[in-house]
């Protein structure tokens, strides 16, 4: 009996929910078998789908009517045939069903897990490595996550570039020669295939839904963030961009258009905007987001003023706030550490950026207006650390009372597989960041870190780490009364989490 290489729970409601598989060359035909809370095994077929020139296959199968927030049982077989598929029965009793929730009820507050930086290709050592995935899968396996954000960089493939480099396939390399796409999308996909079956890794993603969206390492280190872009570098996007929707897009709710990936999703009170922050970036246009994003942006939000959300999640990727970046780019330069410079550049605070910062931050603030009950939290990765902020606006306009001192609040999960920074790395880091507020558009908007209860490092969190996000009171199923928010970090070395709650404001 052949089973998919790999199998994601994309995203679900109380009843409904997202099975998706991937499979090998030659195996065309999958059979699910389901149970949701105590009814009875169903089973579906699918004809799963080829892209041009793959050697591997892909199906999603989308269940509804199913028993309200309860535990799905369920398992997957693939087959060169429909005949060659196992009957219900006979998967339905092979053993090792998987096991998934779907989200609560509407009126009970999701717990939100956040992962980011999947790691690099290279890996010295992969206990280490992969510890942190194993330890998620613990803390969901125990019911303390009901979704899963992962929020840049699920891929590493820079190594890729690096050898397309280092045999001169570069020069060759353009959009329009299908030849050497063909190879480049295969090498992608491969790519996902080996991260994603690690068993620590395939264990969370078979085991909650999720929901992704891209960042850098997810293209090549750096995309967007460079002087020129070549033809060969939109080569690598374009293949990226492809194989970023076989894999990672088709588990997300739809997205506002074909534009970007960028989508806006309401459950249980809260809602998500989560934005694409590298198909539009560049920095020789200045453009993060890009016009027609803002747009589709604005009209979500508008959308959202009267639904009475209890918070507001914008999912960034790059912080709106992290280290000094003036500073920090010229000690790099000073130092010889140039090959850094791409990541000071992708920093909304970075000069050519500044202008993108200041429409995200002017929307976020003017949304929490608008709609007074909402509490607004940036959700963010990429920078392997984990840190907790406030941010200020100092716009009169901003504010929902002659009293109002209008902030929202930041939360940065960083990375996962990812080592923190350290040396001199490190340094510049620790330099750039303060107790002290920074600046970060002329005088109108500011943010500070806060400090972390119980870390060795202060404000911030150099260790591999995962959060998840409680909105709900202490040991009970309803809300906060007092709407505040729970963070709890998960890192490498530090047998408990680190627990802050950051009051509602």
């Known amino acids: 009996m052949a089973r998919p290489l790999i199998t994601t729970i994309g995203y679900c409601t109380s009843t409904t929910a997202r099975i998706c598989v991937t499979a090998k060359d030659g195996l065309s035909y999958a059979r699910l078998v389901f149970r949701s809370g105590d009814g009875s095994f169903q089973s579906r077929e699918a004809r799963l789908s080829q892209p041009t020139g793959s050697t591997f296959l892909h199906g999603t199968f989308d269940l509804d009517g199913l028993a309200e927030s309860s535990t799905v049982e369920y398992a997957v077989a693939v087959s060169a045939t429909p005949e060659g598929l196992p009957s219900l029965s006979q998967l339905s009793q092979s053993g090792g069903l998987g096991r998934f929730r779907l989200l609560p009820p509407p009126g009970q507050p999701l717990r939100i897990g956040l992962v980011s930086c999947n790691g690099g290709y290279v890996v010295s050592d992969h206990v280490r490595r992969h510890a942190m995935w194993k330890r998620l899968g613990e803390v969901v396996a125990a019911g303390e996550v009901d979704l899963l954000l992962h929020i840049g960089d699920q891929i590493y493939a820079d190594h890729i570039r690096e050898a397309w480099q280092r045999n001169d396939l570069d020069d060759h390399l353009s959009p329009e020669n299908e030849e050497l796409m063909r ?272 870390n060795p490092d202060g404000r911030v969190l150099f260790r591999r780490n995962f959060a998840v996000l409680d909105l709900g009171a202490s040991g009970k199923a309803g809300w906060d009364p007092d709407q505040n928010l729970r963070v709890r970090y998960y890192a490498e070395g530090l047998e408990r989490p680190i627990e802050q709650t950051l009051l509602a404001l």
């Not at 750096?222 to 990672?248: K, L, Y």
């Not at 959202?304 to 500073?327: D, E, I, M, N, S």
Request: with cysteine.
């Open 183 to 454: 190879r480049l999308r295969e090498s992608f996909r491969v790519l996902y295939c080996d991260t994603w079956q690690r068993p620590e890794l395939a264990a969370v993603l078979g085991s909650v839904p999720s929901m992704m969206m891209w960042d850098d390492h997810d293209i090549f280190d750096g995309w967007g963030s460079h002087d020129e872009v070549t033809p060969a570098d939109r080569a690598f996007f374009e293949a990226a961009r492809t194989t970023f929707a076989e894999f990672q897009a088709r588990l997300n709710p739809p997205a506002f258009s074909e534009h970007s990936y960028a989508f806006g999703w309401v459950s249980n009170g809260l809602g998500f905007l989560v934005l694409d922050a590298r198909t539009h970036r560049s920095w020789k246009d200045q453009t993060i987001i890009g016009r027609r994003q803002w747009a589709e942006v604005d009209a979500w939000l508008e959308a959202q003023v009267p639904a009475g959300l209890k918070r507001l999640f914008v999912v960034t990727g790059v912080p709106p706030l992290h280290a000094k970046v003036a500073a920090a780019s010229k000690l790099l330069e000073k130092l010889g550490f140039d090959s850094f410079l791409g990541d000071v550049r992708d920093s909304w605070m970075a000069p050519n950026n500044t202008e993108e910062l200041r429409k995200l931050l002017n929307r976020l603030f003017e949304f929490r207006k608008r709609s007074p009950g909402t509490e607004v939290t940036s959700l963010s990765g990429d920078v392997h650390v984990g840190t907790t902020a406030r941010l200020r606006s100092r716009v009169p306009f901003h504010k929902r009372s002659e009293s109002d001192l209008p902030e929202i609040t930041q939360v940065v999960s960083s990375g996962i597989g990812s080592m923190p920074p350290d040396g001199l790395i490190r340094k510049v880091v620790e330099l750039g960041l303060g107790s002290e507020a920074v600046d970060m558009y002329q005088d109108l908007f500011s943010g500070r870190l806060l400090e972390l209860p119980g």
